[in-house]
């Protein structure tokens, strides 16, 4: 294990013991972010270091990342997806004690892209969770939601590690249905995302986006790519994922909960992935490589913006016009651009990724391909209608703040990073797909 | 928390932390006003109000109701609009949705599923409109001494289309084109019938939605905020305050405090600093004098229109021999009038009179034909745009054609308007004349007017109005100058129009003064008074355009050889008055540069009315704050920003002050009136104005609704209004305070206007500079806070290069003095 | 219209003559471009010019490429969108003066000044889907354009819904195409696919999703029922989408994929007779509308369901005349709507009389018993929207909320006793919510 991964491990454990230590949540939010964005860029040199030479151990993740290099860019991912929930996280209302758990989290979901040995996947598989459970655990009504997330959450990490042993021992198909079971509850596919729904009713925002945005299980998933499964299996699974996506992508549009709105918009989106994974063209799984990040990263931005609002105007109701852009421009602006580049918009690379993800998979399964199309239509209404409801409207009785500096400041980072690739996809596509690592390995 | 607000005084500051530090007094300041923090009452004014059934039930059933009964209104209501009308509408709302909704295979929507069978029961047991309403309030459990509000509630959900249902009803002879039979109870009847339908549909749905509330904890957090920001201002501390009850006293007080009652106050605040501003203007005005003269060559008489002021003010710094006078625009003439080219007479008379006479211009050589095949074409065309096999002929045919007006109409408007208006009416306009008299005793024709105005009348008209604005003294030319605008563009353009002239333009009524005037019968009954005119005297009638500053003259050729040099002068001087008029109007556009001179400014003005583009073709009276009836000497040379109704009233001559209380009688509402309309029309746009224009959309030539369907919007457009001060009608009359109270005490119209406040009303001693404002119930003397006023050459110095609203300012070029009369 | 973004989301207040100089300047320009190309291509007497970019982005043996074509089709309808947006701006930058959603509106139109031109462009399908959802997205903002009030922001989401699911039958046709012929580009002038393999079905199905991609983008029967919602936002806006550019997108897509209608005359006898049923629907319903936006939307709505029979019968130059024709004559009528009650005067005035009640000519067809009749269905727009709202939609809502009950079921399944005051609070807390 070279220097750089233990620092790019141990920051965010740090910043979570020091965020822990905080009298107030801001002084904690300074700490969590900046040890993110410390780990956010030092996790940029593994696709750098990478490049330079494939066999230096400068990152443990090197001999997977040659075979898909998507995951050199994890670690990254996973940390700047983090960085954006703490920094985005609303002062009003949070403890110090919650930045300290999106920063476990984060150092767990760290530990997964970044180790991928099966002892420390397995491990930092449950240790993940812990803390969303501590979380809930207090504030959820009757302990509903936090019993829910352990019933569902045990038999994941009992699932992914069995799975990780088993695989660990040679490809064999029953450790890899275990690890698929196991990783696909955390990925809330349906009809095992129940636990979701109840965590982004109780826990604060920027913890479910910790735990979820990254989908740190296609990270998994995508390291394990040499052991492929029975045409069968994976047809089924496929399958699974696509109805999750039009499934969710149809609660989506009738949710009159904005939180619960935003969590099937996660679901549908992951589902799409899914079936992405599951196919072998390359193009396809290009696309859901790239999905998976545009996707975690916009809806992470998008969710955080919901969170900002809600620090404004408390938990908000899609029942009716309830808002006011002229009082909130630019969130209402980054709200909805970042919902729609993580359904598709053009000129941002969520176009790039559904157009992949959608040509790739139709070749092999035209019907699924259908159904792609109908789950990305019915989310990009989910989103409008969530825009219409949460910035039309009467204004209220008090003004409310537009964008602060520091909100502003991220939205613009991530909407950056959306926008310009949307506008240059080579760079995207070239990092994300197989082709670079195949022509490195001639 | 920590810190104090910006803008606390260092005293304040010190006051507040004591000897210790800062955020210790803060932290203990907020921490005692929370322990003092009462409970704190939620109001309910966040939530959107609910009228009639919808606020009794908490049932959400306007959203139901209003789409279908617009649809109906609009449909039953409409002048033209549709290419099919509604069957059975001459039997009135009620029974024609009865024949329409009773029909099998109704509209799909589950809640008017039962509608057809409600409809039916209705016919059969309760056929009148007044029986059906009481089945329904009956049925909806409404008890009977709550009928009065309820029905009051309900009509006012829709209360544009219910108030165009009761107009309509009450004075079917201003529909635009023909009313059909309209009755309010009908009306009512249709919307409860819906509105019971919806209600059941909703209540076999479930309960219903509880209204949204504040939360209380907010409320509170929001008082306690107030508290503690002002008492840092106040520098009052934590110790201060814990005394005894104080910190709840405090806290009480500002509840106390509450937004209507800090609106009042500001409202009366911004009232008196424009009172006093305008009021000493005038005083030092007066007090500064002006020179003595020689009496005035020409006269000319405006509307008292605010728009006007402008125009007589210039017209005096060019011309100093002129002599101006202000009087409601439609000069004593109450006629319906029927131009060359209209196919119906319009009223042109304020509003309040129902004009009995009827003027027709009559083309001089041989009779005029109506219309031409050219224009039928045009129409045919038109309706055929709207239709399946003819529109595709249309639109595919002449379709591309129309690039042209279009690319015209959007890049240069000026010159397009032009091209069209010559198209149009290329052939010219022939001459004509008013037909005026009518034989002594001659019956009403058939359409119910009497044509024309007897000699006596005419005579009456003619001294009513000379007598009042103390034009007694009238010879050589006097002009008479009625007013109106046109504008493309936009469906409020009668808005713009001469108030007193009904919302039409006054230049006819003009015409037909002067006409009056001159007639020899007229001449020799006034002789027979005292009202005698020297030779050469001639009256005449001449139209402004208020919106491009065009001026018009009528009648040129009877004028005699002896006035045409005057009337050529003023024409000269007119000419140059318009240009500065349109000059002085183009500051408030902020499309115009500051820096375009008279003539770019009258380009301006005439681009901005033909511009189908431009939703503000003029401000009209968005500027109109006050008004002053009496001699103009007193108020000539000054700058008065357009923001003054003028009324020329001598009360030298009016011992009795009898002419004084008519004048008020007539010009108090009107004036009143427009100020209000924009007044309201600025404060809630919302509610008593009609919102922007730019989502408008006319419906059944009647007026505007918002975008797709909405209720019908009454009131005045933001576009118009937003410039407006909203201050009440500073209302300043050349009178004793004691002559003032015994005139509106004795007549209880005026009474309402000035004892409940709606207008401010100052007494301006005709003696001496002393002026009184009413206040309270009684007049109080105004205390002039300075005795400076500016003092500039011409009205170019004082406004160029600014777009706010101006003071008062002395104009040496208008002193010049006109009439040596007063 | 990115410069446009970008300024104004890091500055607070840009002036409106700085919005308008960027708008004017990219319009302007790019119409003088169109009409330079036109020029040239009338000069050298060419028919078609294809403008590889390149290949915009690839993997493996899928490649994005950007090609665009300029033909007699598209450089007539690029010339005149671009101009026409120009002149709405002009137009706009007068009627929206102090507006304060001045730079929103302009941003909008910009959106929909590349979208339009995307699309008309377009070498190839993909390219025309992303235009296609630029244009839906900026008309749904501008019917939402008026953001305080109820009703235009419903109408709103009733267009962006109507689109997007429309939208769905475009994207399909891409993936579509890409799954059975391997490329969605237009290859010569007429449009006719690469290498289409034409058996029978694929084209079927690919025309079918064509056309329902049209349906929703120009307010065809059955899904029609926006257009007249959408006359919310403000005339401008109103006329270059309603009345101009936006709602003749579907025929021209329709124009771009001529072959394939001519390929299948299953696919044509579709085309007309939605064109067919349209063109009833709008004369009918339109004949009892009462306010000049509604009536003008369904008279857009009666000749575009004409210019549809058109294409579905060959027709292709006519259609393209009927199409610009009747875009300029329709924008020039809906921006002279509020001048309607001066301009009824002066008909009056040329008339010379009252005006003729025109309704006669339907009165003579229709038999006396069924007026009435036939006049409720017309003013209840057709009962579509009813049937379309109460007996497709609903049915998926309350589905929806059988299984959010079920959900909400299954997660107080899991719920332990009650705890005590905490508890209590975030209960009250929750129910508020719920209700709410």
């Known amino acids: 294990m070279s220097l750089l991964t233990l620092a790019y491990l141990l920051l965010p454990a740090v910043g979570a013991l020091l965020a822990n230590q905080a009298t107030d949540v801001r002084t904690a939010r300074r700490v969590g972010a900046g040890f993110l964005a410390a780990a956010t860029l030092i996790a940029s040199t593994a696709p750098v270091s990478l490049l330079l030479a494939a066999d230096d151990p400068l990152w443990a993740l090197s001999k997977v990342a040659s075979r898909d290099p998507a995951l050199a860019w994890a670690p990254a991912f996973v940390s700047l997806v983090s960085f954006v929930a703490v920094a985005m996280t609303p002062a009003v209302g949070t403890r110090p004690a919650s930045i300290a758990r999106m920063m476990a989290v984060a150092a767990a979901a760290g530990g997964v892209v970044a180790m991928p040995h099966p002892a420390v996947v397995a491990i930092a598989w449950a240790l993940g969770a812990v803390p969303v459970w501590l979380e809930l655990r207090r504030a959820s009504e009757r302990g509903a939601s936090a019993r829910m997330f352990a019933l569902y959450m045990l038999p994941s990490a009992g699932l992914v590690a069995s799975g990780c042993f088993l695989l660990s021992d040679g490809g064999t198909l029953t450790g890899f249905v275990v690890l698929t079971v196991g990783l696909a509850i955390r990925e809330a596919v349906m009809p095992l995302h129940s636990w979701l729904l109840a965590a982004v009713d109780d826990a604060p925002m920027g913890l479910v986006v910790a735990f979820v945005a990254p989908q740190i299980g296609v990270a998994v998933h995508l390291s394990q790519n040499d052991i492929l499964p029975s045409a069968g299996v994976g047809e089924a699974m496929a399958i699974i994922s696509a109805l999750t996506a039009v499934g969710a992508a149809f609660m989506g549009v009738f949710q009159s909960n904005a939180r619960r709105a935003v969590a099937y918009l996660f679901i549908s989106q992951s589902g799409l992935v899914g079936v992405g994974l599951e196919t072998s063209s390359e193009v396809a799984r290009t696309g859901a490589t790239l999905t998976w990040m545009t996707v975690g990263l916009a809806s992470a931005g998008f969710a955080m913006a919901l969170a900002a609002l809600e620090a404004r105007r408390g938990r908000q109701s899609l029942e009716r016009p309830a808002g006011s852009l002229a009082e909130t421009p630019r969130l209402a602006a980054a709200f909805l651009v970042l919902g729609l580049a993580s359904v598709g918009l053009p000129a941002t690379v969520g176009f790039v990724a559904e157009d992949l993800l959608m040509q790739g998979t139709v070749g092999q399964f035209p019907s699924l391909g259908l159904m792609m199309v109908a789950a990305t239509a019915l989310n990009g209404v989910t989103v409008v209608k969530a825009f219409f409801a949460l910035f039309n409207g009467t204004p209220a009785r008090n003004p409310k703040q537009d964008l602060l500096g520091r909100e502003r400041l991220v939205l613009s980072l991530v909407l950056a990073c959306l926008v310009g690739l949307g506008l240059a996809p080579a760079l995207a596509t070239r990092a994300a797909g197989p082709s670079h690592a195949a022509t490195r390995s001639e | ?822 | 219209m990115l410069i446009l973004a970008v300024l104004l989301w890091f500055f607070d207040d840009v002036p409106e003559a700085v919005i308008w100089a960027v708008v004017a300047t990219a319009f302007g320009g790019a119409t003088l471009a169109g009409l330079a190309t036109a020029g040239g291509m009338v000069v050298h007497d060419v028919d078609e010019v294809r403008v590889p970019l390149g290949t915009w982005f690839s993997v493996g043996h899928y490649e994005f490429e950007v090609a665009l074509v300029l033909d007699r089709l598209s450089v007539p309808f690029a010339v005149f969108g671009t101009g026409l947006v120009g002149l709405v701006g002009a137009f706009s930058q007068r009627y929206l003066h102090r507006e304060a959603r001045f730079a929103r509106f302009f941003l909008l139109l910009s959106v929909l000044g590349a979208g339009v031109v995307l699309v008309v462009l377009a070498g190839s399908l993909d390219l025309i889907f992303m235009g296609w959802e630029l244009v839906g997205l900026s008309s749904a903002l501008l019917v939402a354009f008026f953001d305080h009030r109820p009703a235009p922001v419903r109408h709103g989401l009733r267009a962006f819904i109507t689109y997007r699911l429309c939208d769905a039958g475009l994207l399909s046709a891409v993936v579509w195409l890409h799954h059975t012929a391997g490329t969605s580009a237009f290859v010569d002038v007429s449009g006719q696919w690469a290498s289409i393999d034409v058996t029978h079905v694929p084209v079927v199905t690919a025309g079918l999703f064509i056309l329902l991609a049209t349906l929703g983008k120009s307010a065809q029967v059955p899904l029609g029922g926006w257009l007249p919602r959408a006359m919310e936002g403000p005339t401008t806006s109103s006329a270059i989408f309603y009345g101009a550019l936006s709602i003749h997108l579907g025929p021209y897509l329709l124009l771009r994929s001529a072959t394939l209608l001519e390929a299948s005359p299953w696919v044509a006898g579709a085309v007309f007779t939605i064109g067919l049923l349209t063109a009833l629907h709008g004369t009918v319903v339109g004949r009892v509308q009462s306010d000049i936006k509604s009536a003008l939307a369904y008279a857009s709505m009666t000749q575009v369901g004409v210019i549809f029979m058109e294409i579905a019968l060959g027709l292709r130059f006519l259609a393209l005349v009927h199409v610009v024709g009747h875009a300029s004559y329709r924008s020039l009528q809906i921006l002279r709507s509020p001048s309607l009650l001066h301009d009824q005067h002066n008909m009056e005035r040329a008339v010379g009389s009252a005006l003729p009640h025109p309704g006669g000519h339907l009165e003579r067809l229709v038999p006396r018993a069924l007026q009435p009749w036939l006049y409720r269905l017309a003013l209840e727009r057709g009962y579509l929207d009813a049937v379309l709202v109460h007996f497709v939609v609903a049915p998926f809502a309350r589905l929806a909320r059988l299984l959010d009950r079920l959900e909400r079921a299954w997660l107080s399944a899991f719920a332990g006793p009650p705890e005590g005051p905490r508890a209590q609070a975030v209960e009250t807390s929750q129910d508020i919510e719920a209700s709410s």
């Open chain 2, 1 to 822: 928390m920590r810190a104090f607000q910006p803008g606390v005084s260092e005293a304040a500051r010190r006051a507040v932390t004591g000897d210790g530090a800062a955020p210790e007094a803060l932290a203990a300041l907020w921490q005692t006003l929370e322990r003092a923090l009462p409970d704190v009452r939620v109001s309910d004014s966040g939530a959107p109000a609910a009228d009639g059934i919808a606020g009794r039930t908490g049932y959400a059933v306007s959203e139901l109701v209003h789409p279908t009964l617009i649809r109906l209104c609009a449909s039953f209501l409409d002048q033209g609009v549709a290419y099919w009308r509604m069957p059975g509408k001459e039997q009135g709302l009620l029974r024609a949705v009865r024949d329409l909704y009773t029909r099998p295979m109704g509209p799909p929507e589950p809640w008017l599923r039962r509608l057809p069978a409600r409809l039916a029961a209705q016919a059969a047991r309760t056929p009148a409109a007044e029986a059906t309403v009481v089945a329904l309030l009956e049925e909806l459990e409404i008890p009977e001494d709550d009928w009065q509000p309820f029905i009051t509630a309900t009509l006012l959900s829709l209360r544009g289309w219910a108030g165009m249902m009761h107009q309509l009803e009450l004075r079917p002879d201003r529909a635009p084109v023909a009313s059909p039979p309209t009755r309010l109870m009908d009306y009512l009847a249709v919307q409860l019938s819906l509105e019971a339908e919806a209600l059941a549909y909703l209540r076999r749905r479930g309960p219903p939605a509880p209204a949204p509330r504040e939360d209380p904890r907010e409320a509170q957090e929001r008082l306690l905020y107030a508290g503690f920001v002002l008492a840092q201002h106040a520098g009052i501390s934590a110790a201060a305050l814990a005394r005894g009850d104080r910190a709840a006293r405090w806290l009480d007080a500002l509840a106390g405090f509450d937004e209507l009652e800090r609106r009042r106050l500001l409202h009366l605040a911004f009232e008196r600093r424009h009172r006093v501003e305008v009021l000493d203007g005038l005083r030092n005005h007066a007090r500064a004098g002006r020179p003595e003269a020689p009496p005035a060559r020409i006269r000319a008489v405006f509307c008292m229109d605010d728009r006007e002021e402008s125009t007589r003010r210039h017209l005096e710094e060019v011309l100093p021999e002129v002599e101006t006078f202000g009087y409601a625009g439609f000069f004593g003439v109450p006629m319906a009038y029927e131009g060359l080219d209209d196919v119906r007479p319009t009223p042109r008379c304020p509003v309040v009179i129902d004009p009995r006479h009827l003027v027709v211009e009559e083309p001089l050589d041989g009779p005029h034909e109506h219309g031409s095949a050219v224009g039928r074409l045009r129409h045919g065309v038109a309706i055929s745009g709207q239709t399946m096999v003819r529109g595709s002929v249309v639109s595919g045919a002449l379709g591309l054609a129309t690039v042209v007006p279009l690319i015209g109409r959007v890049l240069f408007p000026r010159t397009s308007e032009r091209i069209s208006h010559a198209v149009m009416h290329g052939v010219g306009v022939p001459a004509t004349r008013l037909a005026l008299e009518r034989p002594e005793g001659a019956p009403a024709a058939a359409d119910g007017y009497l044509h024309g105005f007897t000699v006596e009348e005419m005579s009456g008209i003619v001294q009513v109005v000379l007598q009042t604005s103390g034009l007694t003294e009238a010879r050589g030319l006097v002009v008479f100058v009625g007013h109106g605008s046109h504008s493309l563009n936009n469906p409020h353009e009668g808005a713009y129009q001469c108030g007193a002239a009904g919302g039409g333009p006054g230049g006819p009524n003009a015409r037909a003064f002067a006409t009056m005037a001159n007639h020899p019968g007229v001449r020799g009954r006034l002789a027979q008074g005292w009202l005698t005119f020297p030779e050469p005297t001639w009256f005449v009638g001449a139209s402004h355009d208020t919106g491009d500053d065009s001026m018009i003259y009528y009648d040129e050729d009877l004028i005699p050889e002896a006035v045409q040099a005057d009337l050529r002068i003023f024409k000269a001087a007119m000419e140059e008055a318009r240009r500065r008029d349109a000059h002085e109007r183009c500051r408030r556009f902020m499309l115009a540069p500051l820096d375009l001179d008279p003539e770019g400014a009258l380009a301006h003005a005439e681009a901005r009315t033909a511009d189908l583009a431009q939703p503000r073709p003029e401000l009209g009276h968005a500027t109109n704050a006050v008004c002053i009836i009496g001699r103009r000497s007193r108020t000539r040379g000054l700058f008065l920003d357009r923001r003054a109704f003028l009324v020329s009233y001598d009360p030298t001559r009016d011992p009795d002050r009898s002419r004084l209380a008519a004048l008020l009688e007539t010009v108090g509402p009107v004036g009143a009136g427009i100020n209000l309309e924009y007044y309201f029309s600025f404060v809630d746009s919302t509610g008593y104005g009609c919102g922007t224009k730019l989502p408008h959309n006319i419906v059944g030539l009647l007026g505007v609704m918002d975008g797709h369907a909405s209720d019908l919007r009454t009131g005045l457009p933001w576009q118009m209004v937003e410039i407006h001060e909203p201050v009440r009608l500073l209302t300043i009359v050349e009178a004793e305070p004691d002559e003032l109270t015994a005139i509106v005490s004795a007549r209880p119209g005026l009474a309402r206007l000035v004892v409940n406040g709606w207008i401010q009303v100052v007494a301006w001693s005709p003696s001496t500079d002393e002026l009184h404002v009413f206040d309270g119930g009684a007049f109080r003397p105004h205390r002039p806070e300075t005795d400076q006023l500016p003092v500039v050459k011409a009205s170019m110095d004082v406004y160029r290069g600014h777009r706010e609203h101006l003071p008062p300012t002395r104009v040496t070029d208008g002193l010049a003095p006109g009439g040596g009369a007063w």
